[in-house]
């Protein structure tokens, strides 16, 4: 693979967030409605596409934990078609409401979806008291003033692969807000600009729209850069990449170390276009070199 560039997403590929944003998720719904999704359900609306921020996911579960107390037959596995079918996101989560449920239902599931206060319980989780003091400006509610899960992130990024990312031209797109990418890099050991960073805080759409890799990748001077991920949402943005600009060589590599694992998840990555298949960022050199 002919690379002049190396772009890295942040959470399953250099931080493992399995205990973290993904508990997170879970979590804030059931403290909010007293019944949630099950972990594993998660990665079918990764899958679906849309939801590179995780509160998207948050809210996005939660209509279905209130959509299923009005049609308990309705399938998680039905429900993230739907979203898949109509393009990905919060808004095709609406769209599959309202085609499931009869108006009334729908009226009374849209009353109940509070999502600021679905983020706000995500937030005082992850981040626990004290980062959520400071970065959030608010005062947590006593039973959630506690450590965050934020501090349940192990790193996955090897230091001899540190040190052999830092030799390239290096960037980072990522669906975290800029506070929480700070955090995560600080604890890989990477030391990026600000202007080598895409965050939630720098553009509205998110993944897969591949407006944040063209931005980086003329910041870097790249013309074959390659965009290292864990979701189809980040291969996704790679093939739309290439489907829109044909100035550059665009490459995409897929690791297994986020909720796309084992020959399954091969099989995935591979459907969705993924130029290469990795167990890990730490085999990155190997293939690069």
Do not use: C
């Not at 849309?50 to 948050?58: A, I, R, S």
């Not at 509070?114 to 983020?119: I, K, N």
């Not at 080598?196 to 910041?219: I, N, V």
């Not at 790679?238 to 995409?252: F, G, I, L, P």
Request: hydrophobic share 35%; net charge negative.
């Amino acid at each position: 693979m002919n690379v002049d560039a190396v772009i890295l997403d942040i959470d399953g590929v250099l931080i493992d967030v399995a205990d973290s944003y993904r508990r997170a998720i879970v979590e804030s719904i059931e403290y909010v409605y007293g019944d949630t999704i099950e972990y594993g359900h998660i990665q079918l609306f990764k899958d679906a596409g849309g939801f590179n921020n995780d509160w998207e996911l948050t809210y996005a579960a939660a209509l279905y934990v209130l959509a299923r107390r009005q049609k308990s037959e309705l399938s998680i596995e039905t429900y993230t078609g739907l979203i898949a079918a109509s393009g990905g996101g919060t808004r095709a989560a609406e769209t599959a409401i309202a085609d499931e449920l009869d108006p009334a239902a729908r009226e009374q599931v849209l009353a109940e979806w509070d999502r600021d206060r679905l983020r706000d319980v995500f937030q005082q989780l992850y981040l626990g008291g004290d980062l959520y003091r400071r970065l959030e400006g608010g005062e947590p509610t006593p039973d959630l003033d506690r450590p965050g899960f934020i501090d349940d992130e192990p790193v996955l990024l090897d230091s001899d692969t540190r040190d052999w990312l830092e030799e390239w031209p290096l960037g980072v797109i990522t669906g975290r807000p800029a506070a929480e990418a700070d955090i995560a890099l600080d604890r890989v050991g990477l030391d990026l600009p600000d202007e080598h960073r895409f965050t939630m805080d720098d553009w509205e759409t998110g993944k897969p729209d591949p407006d944040a890799l063209f931005r980086l990748s003329d910041r870097l001077e790249a013309d074959r850069p390659v965009f290292v991920g864990d979701t189809l949402d980040d291969i996704r943005t790679v093939t739309n990449a290439t489907e829109t600009d044909s100035s550059r060589t665009y490459h995409s590599v897929g690791v297994l170390t986020g909720g796309l694992s084992g020959e399954e998840g091969r099989r995935k990555y591979r459907s969705a276009g993924a130029d290469v298949i990795v167990a890990s960022i730490n085999d990155l050199p190997d293939l690069l070199n």
